[in-house]
């Protein structure tokens, strides 16, 4: 029975709100150059980096995406985790070391020095352009929360977190990023264990009940060969390893965290330290999901037609009074950690990778942050718009993860070509960058491939092109 009240739940949410965004900005007063604007100084410990690195790994397409896999399906999605802990070890062993040699501030700087200007450009362009769409699909996450909770329109809800994870994040740069992470990492998953102690509670018979409903739902593993079935033990392991690969390896929305700590050895212990949190995070979930699939069974409870909605209407329409509203802004935390990382590498690769390059020598320290700011204020609006075309994407989960999977392939490709190769210049690694990326759109869209393969066929094609032109070009 639900109270007749919902004061102190969205008391408890914009008390959340407003102390994040408080909180966020007052480390205006450490940001006095870019490296602090966009590497926090390189001052932040490797834990909190870790939490970091998890919050813009998950974000809300974690918290209410996830459990509909395990609602509608099981628990497969962890073979792709499994695929991302190789992944981490790849990352420390081939990428870490070519990052710290010299001070960057993209991973598009890697790019310059070994091919030139052009290929810094093109695969700096290229993640603009991916970040862009696949938080547009995250901002549809959270317009559905946002309006399950205050019954405002898509638009209204996208504006409102946008304004303020904006806020925080043009005022206190990387380091308000890490440490609202932080706190917001531990907000949500113990808004998550708060919720699965109370749908437990709700169910006759708790955990044994559901253990008996969901009985095939606790399968992990499948092993057949398939490469139109999107969960598979082989589309996990290897699809899961080079989409981390490319995601934490050449993406500067996680490389950005990376290069943030103080020295390699801090950021390899971040990495490697954030998969045993996102393993248990996933679990967490996918666990929520089949207690959640239980209930409606038990109380013969249609689906909601959006999917997504199943995990935040729950919270909001089942848990007592005071907890939803700690979940619900737990959802929120995850959706505004994401959010403003996003903003925070959006703004430093157009100010490094473009602006800086373009107009040499043009100001001090003080110009520099202003132009970083305003860059920021740019991107929180193009996220506005691309949230609104966003909305008819389907699945926020699988929607931001195939998105992301069709040009993590060319990305990862080209760096390969660069890190693994000598021979290969800019040119052969331009045309084999668009050339794996049309390839990755046609079997985006012309083939039943399931997208946990894509970044490997991406990868391949790419890594092959090159090495194929650079035996007919010469740059």
């Known amino acids: 029975m639900r109270w007749p009240t919902r004061g102190v739940d969205l008391s408890v949410i914009a008390l959340y709100l407003a102390g994040i965004t408080w909180f966020g900005a007052q480390f205006r007063k450490s940001q006095n150059t870019l490296k602090d604007y966009f590497l926090g100084g390189k001052t932040a410990p490797w834990w909190a980096i870790a939490l970091s690195i998890v919050s813009a790994e998950t974000s809300t397409l974690t918290v209410i995406g996830t459990p509909v896999l395990s609602f509608q399906g099981n628990f497969g999605f962890l073979q792709v985790v499994f695929g991302y802990l190789l992944a981490r070890i790849v990352i420390s062993i081939l990428f870490l070391p070519a990052y710290f040699r010299g001070e960057m501030y993209t991973a598009y700087e890697l790019m310059r020095r070994r091919f030139g200007e052009r290929i810094r450009k093109l695969t700096a362009g290229t993640f603009l352009i991916l970040r862009a769409l696949a938080e547009g699909v995250r901002v549809v996450a959270i317009a559905l929360v946002i309006s399950i909770i205050l019954g405002t329109g898509e638009k209204t809800s996208i504006l409102v977190i946008l304004c303020l994870t904006l806020f925080y994040t043009y005022e206190g740069g990387m380091t308000a990023v890490i440490w609202t992470d932080v706190i917001q990492m531990f907000l949500y998953v113990a808004g998550a264990v708060v919720s699965f102690v109370v749908i437990l509670h709700e169910i006759p018979g708790g955990w044994q009940h559901v253990t008996e409903v969901g009985a095939g739902k606790f399968q992990i593993f499948d092993f057949g060969l398939s490469f139109t079935r999107t969960y598979t033990f082989w589309a996990g392991a290897i699809g899961g390893c080079f989409l981390t690969t490319a995601s934490h390896g050449t993406e500067q929305l996680l490389v950005q965290r990376l290069l943030a700590a103080p020295t390699e050895r801090q950021s390899r212990a971040a990495l490697m330290a954030s998969w045993v949190v996102i393993f248990v995070q996933f679990t967490l979930f996918l666990v929520i999901g089949?207690?959640?699939?239980?209930?409606?069974?038990?109380?013969?409870?249609?689906?909601?037609?959006?999917?997504?909605?199943?995990?935040?209407?729950?919270?909001?329409?089942?848990?007592?009074?005071?907890?939803?509203?700690?979940?619900?802004?737990?959802?929120?935390?995850?959706?505004?950690?994401?959010?403003?990382?996003?903003?925070?590498?959006?703004?430093?690769?157009?100010?490094?990778?473009?602006?800086?390059?373009?107009?040499?020598?043009?100001?001090?320290?003080?110009?520099?942050?202003?132009?970083?700011?305003?860059?920021?204020?740019?991107?929180?609006?193009?996220?506005?718009?691309?949230?609104?075309?966003?909305?008819?994407?389907?699945?926020?989960?699988?929607?931001?993860?195939?998105?992301?999977?069709?040009?993590?392939?060319?990305?990862?490709?080209?760096?390969?070509?660069?890190?693994?190769?000598?021979?290969?210049?800019?040119?052969?690694?331009?045309?084999?960058?668009?050339?794996?990326?049309?390839?990755?759109?046609?079997?985006?869209?012309?083939?039943?491939?399931?997208?946990?393969?894509?970044?490997?066929?991406?990868?391949?094609?790419?890594?092959?092109?090159?090495?194929?032109?650079?035996?007919?070009?010469?740059?």
Request: proline share 3%; glycine share 8%; hydrophobic share 55%.
């Open 290 to 475: 089949v207690c959640l699939f239980t209930f409606y069974s038990d109380h013969r409870l249609a689906a909601p037609s959006v999917p997504d909605r199943i995990y935040p209407l729950f919270v909001w329409e089942h848990l007592p009074v005071g907890i939803s509203g700690l979940v619900i802004a737990a959802i929120l935390a995850a959706a505004m950690s994401n959010l403003s990382a996003a903003l925070n590498s959006l703004a430093s690769t157009t100010v490094m990778d473009f602006l800086k390059p373009l107009v040499k020598g043009s100001g001090g320290d003080s110009d520099w942050l202003r132009r970083a700011r305003y860059a920021t204020v740019l991107w929180a609006a193009v996220l506005f718009f691309v949230g609104l075309l966003a909305r008819q994407w389907g699945s926020v989960l699988q929607a931001g993860l195939s998105i992301a999977s069709i040009i993590y392939g060319s990305l990862l490709g080209v760096f390969l070509l660069g890190l693994l190769t000598k021979r290969v210049g800019e040119k052969a690694a331009m045309i084999a960058m668009v050339a794996g990326l049309a390839l990755m759109l046609y079997v985006r869209f012309a083939t039943p491939i399931a997208w946990t393969w894509y970044v490997l066929i991406g990868t391949s094609a790419t890594f092959a092109v090159g090495l194929a032109v650079s035996v007919w070009t010469k740059d």
